[in-house]
Structure formats: structure tokens, C-alpha cells
């Protein structure tokens, strides 16, 4: 079993949708949760960054992350066609740990 | 600013040549990794620096040798690549202690081994 799953999609949405991805893992001791945005043929660029549970908002982003369940989400609200790219989760244990990426989702968002 | 640039962009290669890639971020990172990214997979840990010393080698095969010649730079050199190493090599860096969860990534160097 890997430690972080997430579904690879893809996910297609019509413009002006709610985007909604998450993530799994077993590993309780993860206390660090990550969002990238990876275009195609580009790097991930950091999206949103969040220690232990809670909820996070960064204009359209809203993440949240529930260490009860061991379940984080990226919710995307109006979304745009520009939207369309791949979403990794990613999670550490602690400063020097190493950094767990989910499988990536594929997201479009159609006009 | 938090960029990390990568050079060159797209490298072809054969077999038996010698290539490097170069790696630049001037955010004050002590921080430096390396990763491999086949398409349509996450981006896989290949080498760490911290404080321009190798802490962490994913068991790496020795065709890759990196070098990190200041707090600035990052070098991955290639030889004797095989056609499987074709990859998207993406560089990143971050700050050490706490704020080293914070990875910042350059856009990345497709490589092609022929």
C-alpha cells in the first residue's frame, strides 16, 4: 500500500465549478500537507502549505487538511480553464523528512 | 522572488556522451534537491543537499554525480545515461529547520537519452 493515495483522474469540470481533489495516507506521523500545481511540462509551483489539521484559504484555494481520518482537500471555487494542470498532495513527518507526493490528478477545466 | 532556474531547458543526449545540468536559485536557500519525473508520475527524490554537502543519496545509480560547488548552485552530471533515464529533472530548494517543508522548484530539464 502507498503511503499517500490520491486518484489520477482526470477530472473534468465545466468553467465556474467547484474543483474538489483530495488525498489519503496511512501514515499518521505526516503532520507536514502540501498542495502543488503542476502545468504540463512544467514544474510544481506551490499552491497551499498547511501544519497539522485545519482549514486554509487562499483566494479561490481552500485547503483542509483532517488528521482523524487522514484525509486532506484542495477545493478550487469558480474555476477556469486555466485551472486545467495536474494537482500533487505532498506531506512530511518533520523538517528533515522526506517529502511523500500523491500520484497527481489531472484536472480540466472546459469553457 | 522565489525562482529556481534550471539550464538548459531540453537536452538530447547519447549514450556514451557527457552532459550536465545546472540549477540557480539567489532566494538564500541552504537547501538544494534534485528529483526525476517520468510522465504522469510524481516527482521522485534523487539527491539532497544541506549546507552544500550531500545529506541524502536515494540510492542512486553513479551515472548520476551531483555537485553542489556553492550555496547558489546545483550541478547534476551525466554519463553513460540509458535510454530509461529519459526524464523531466526538476531542481528545488528550500530554507533548513522548519521552513525546509516549503520546496520551491525550477521548471525543469527534459532530458532524452538516444
Redesign the interface.
Known amino acids: 500500500q502507498k503511503e499517500v493515495e490520491q486518484d ?1 483522474g482526470p477530472l473534468s469540470v465545466p468553467e465556474g465549478a467547484i474543483v474538489s481533489l483530495n488525498c489519503t495516507y496511512s501514515n499518521s506521523a505526516f503532520q ?1 500537507f ?1 498542495w ?1 500545481r503542476q502545468y504540463s ?6 499552491l497551499m ?1 498547511t ?1 497539522s489539521s485545519g482549514n486554509k484559504e487562499d483566494g479561490r484555494f481552500t485547503a483542509q487538511v483532517d488528521k482523524s481520518s487522514k484525509y486532506i482537500s484542495l477545493f478550487i471555487r469558480d474555476s477556469q480553464p486555466s485551472d486545467s494542470a495536474t494537482y ?1 498532495c505532498a506531506m ?1 513527518k518533520d ?2 523528512g ?2 511523500q ?4 490528478t489531472q484536472v480540466v477545466v472546459t469553457p | 522572488d522565489t525562482e529556481v532556474t534550471q539550464t538548459p531547458k531540453h537536452l538530447v543526449m547519447g549514450m556514451t556522451n557527457k552532459k550536465s545540468l545546472k540549477c540557480e536559485q539567489h532566494m538564500g536557500h541552504r537547501a538544494m534537491y534534485w528529483y526525476k519525473q517520468k510522465a504522469k508520475k510524481p516527482p521522485e527524490l534523487m539527491f539532497v543537499y544541506s549546507y552544500e554537502k550531500l545529506s541524502i543519496n536515494e540510492s542512486v545509480p553513479s551515472r548520476f554525480s551531483p555537485e553542489c560547488p556553492n550555496s547558489s548552485l546545483l550541478n547534476l552530471h551525466l554519463h553513460a545515461l540509458q535510454p530509461e533515464d529519459s526524464a523531466l529533472y526538476l531542481c528545488a530548494s528550500s530554507q533548513v529547520g522548519e521552513a525546509k517543508n516549503i520546496q520551491y522548484f525550477g521548471a525543469g530539464t527534459r532530458l532524452s537519452v538516444l
Open positions: 489520477p507536514y502540501m502543488y511540462r512544467k514544474g510544481p509551483e506551490l502549505y501544519y500533487l512530511k523538517s528533515w522526506k517529502l507526493f500523491g500520484a497527481g
